[in-house]
């Protein structure tokens, strides 16, 4: 399949607004709580606009009252005058770039910390809709251009516009005559200036895209080089990532020429300008207010004129760069859980042994209905088996009883009480999961079980690897419960990760357990290792499994058979296995029943 078209702009490549006011009137309650460091910074930038126009008026004293009458008297002090007037200029500089470089950061940090608390308040239906690259990018990316806005880009356009205002009117005033040189040249100026920051914006904006694209390339080639191998994919595989790259070199070389053509178009025009200077001074006397210092000191200004004008149109792009970041990440705060906490005593606590009831509950995803008026009840310390095919809706279900998604009619009540009025953390603690798959953080396998919480002891996770019997694998590894996982848990086999998933849930000690085909990965050796495991994590639990390998589910008190999101059967298995209906067909799939259909016995 080819890549789309290198002219299609994306959200991650597109430029908004220069200046947004509203945005930016958001972004300045961030630098509200720093107002300090922005005061300071703005003190500076008249300090150093100061400091930059005298230097000129100093030659200009050099040249017509000691170098030109040839008298010496007092050019010493000129000299040590200016000497001190260029370390002000270093230390107002090295000032600016520390005070922006502070308050840049100390803004970011706290945007940054605003954003990662709102991910985590975020339900599940966010990240099912927004793909985790975006949300990555808002966090890094997006974060870094707000800081580049404030570090090197506002402040200094601020500082650049005064700089450039301040030496418009010294020249003015220094030689009228001298300044409409300068004015015939500006629309040059600033004409060259736009053209070439719109085309190297435009290349810009290409390499962007080509750089998302070749780092979502890259990303599919490390998670998929299994199949990229089995199917001989590598040579295909690289002549289209050659593709991308050779775009993204053409496109970096536009910019760049676009980048050399405005460098070197600004310097050749400041060497035409100081030349008509030259020769326009030459052709006027002193009588009309034009020296030679004067002279001197007008080209050194139309020398500082140009450096804030290439500023300027360094900065259009940093801000445009800043603008459309903090309209994405502001898009990203406003993002509205469909989740909320209940406000209620979190004192609140529930039945050591809570009973499940579920009314006529109904969910779907967008138009496609999922669950039709689902009720079930589950007794404190009852097992209950959930079978059925693939988009039954029983993973739905398990999302509804711990409150990732809401059930869009019917009720959910444990303990006696609504689902909704349950504090989260009281519902999380009660409710354990154990999925198909365990997912491992960085971390040592201690932390991946007790997952930081300050309240579980180290003994606690101790014991608890020892009952699910994931402490045989952990004792042989080198540092045991201090072994370090590498990403995602990739140095464990897939059956030592979901032992320590089952531990987990064990140390977490939940009311109410849900298994969601915990075996349903691992092979038959693995699979036996897990079950006696589940076996006991589930003593004395209510549990809720869901299992595809009717084998694990037919010590269950009760299997509930799904499909179409509804409950068409109900009962033992040894009821259940006698009787006409989808459980006995699945299991004369699973395990090729005779007729006479005898009990299945567990082992």
């Known amino acids: 399949m080819s890549p789309p078209p290198i002219e299609a702009v994306t959200e991650e490549t597109r430029y908004g607004a220069f200046l947004d006011l509203h945005l930016l009137r958001r972004f300045f309650r961030y630098a509200k709580p720093h ?19 005298g230097q000129p008026l100093l030659l200009r004293q050099a040249v017509d009252e000691h170098l030109i009458p040839g008298t010496l008297d007092g050019f010493a002090g000129l000299l040590v005058a200016l000497g001190v007037l260029l370390l002000l200029q270093a230390l107002a500089g090295y000032g600016m770039s520390v005070v922006n470089a502070t308050l840049g950061q100390r803004v970011v940090r706290d945007l940054r910390r605003d954003l990662f608390g709102h991910l985590l308040r975020l339900d599940a239906s966010y990240f099912n809709k927004h793909a985790s690259g975006r949300t990555t990018n808002r966090v ?61 914006r435009l290349a810009q904006r290409e390499n962007r895209l080509m750089l998302a694209r070749m780092a979502s390339r890259l990303t599919e080639e490390i998670e998929g080089q299994q199949e990229v191998r089995l199917f001989h994919r590598q040579q295909r595989n690289h002549a289209e990532f050659e593709q991308q790259n050779q775009v993204y070199f053409t496109s970096s070389l536009v910019s760049n020429t676009w980048e050399a053509f405005q460098f070197s178009f600004i310097d050749a025009l400041s060497t035409v300008v100081i030349a008509a200077l030259f020769w326009i001074g030459a052709s006027m006397s002193s009588a009309d207010g034009v020296t030679i210092g004067t002279l001197v000191a007008f080209i050194d200004y139309v020398r500082r004129v140009f450096q804030p004008v290439r500023d300027l149109s360094g900065k259009f792009t940093t801000m445009q760069a800043a603008m459309t970041a903090l309209e994405r990440i502001f898009g990203l705060l406003d993002s509205k859980p469909q989740i909320t906490d209940a406000q209620v005593n979190h004192a609140f606590t529930l039945p050591a042994r809570p009973r499940l009831v579920m009314q006529e509950v109904g969910f779907a995803y967008g138009e496609q209905p999922i669950l039709k008026n689902l009720s079930l009840t589950v007794e404190p310390g009852e097992q209950v088996a959930v079978v059925g095919p693939t988009g039954a809706g029983k993973s739905t279900l398990i999302k509804l009883l711990n409150r990732t998604y809401e059930p869009q009619q019917g009720i959910i009540q444990l303990g006696g009480q609504d689902l909704q009025n349950i504090p989260m953390a009281t519902l999380r603690r009660t409710v354990g999961v154990v999925p198909q798959e365990t997912f491992l953080f960085s971390g040592t396998i201690a932390e991946n079980i007790h997952l930081r919480d300050p309240s579980i002891p180290q003994a606690a996770v101790e014991e608890a690897a020892h009952k699910t019997g994931a402490m045989a694998f952990i004792a042989d590894l080198p540092e045991g419960l201090n072994t370090r996982l590498t990403e995602r848990g990739g140095n464990l086999s897939s059956g030592q990760r979901q032992l320590l998933g089952i531990t987990r849930a064990f140390v977490f000690n939940p009311a109410l357990l849900i ?73 004369e799939l699973q395990f090729g029943l005779d007729g006479s259909l005898p009990t299945l016995q567990q082992g």
């Open 515 to 587: 298994l969601d085909e915990a075996t349903s990965s691992v092979d038959t050796i693995s699979e036996r290792l897990i079950q006696n495991a589940l076996q006991e994590l589930m003593v004395g639990r209510t549990a809720i499994v869901i299992a595809h390998r009717l084998n694990t589910i037919i010590g269950a008190d009760r299997v509930i058979v799904m499909h179409g999101g509804e409950i068409i059967q109900g009962g033992s298995h040894q009821t259940l296995v006698t009787q006409p209906g989808l459980y006995r067909k699945l299991c």
């Open 140 to 200: 890094t990316n997006d974060v870094e251009a707000v800081s580049q806005m404030v570090s090197a880009g506002l402040i200094h356009l601020i500082g650049d516009v005064v700089l450039l205002t301040g030496i418009l009117i010294s020249m003015a005033l220094l030689a009228p005559t001298l300044s409409l040189t300068l004015v015939v040249a500006l629309p040059l100026i600033v004409g060259g200036t736009l053209l070439a920051a719109k085309k190297s």
């Open 35 to 53: 107002t300090r460091w922005v005061l300071l910074a703005l003190a500076i930038l008249p300090l150093n606009t100061l400091i930059q126009l």
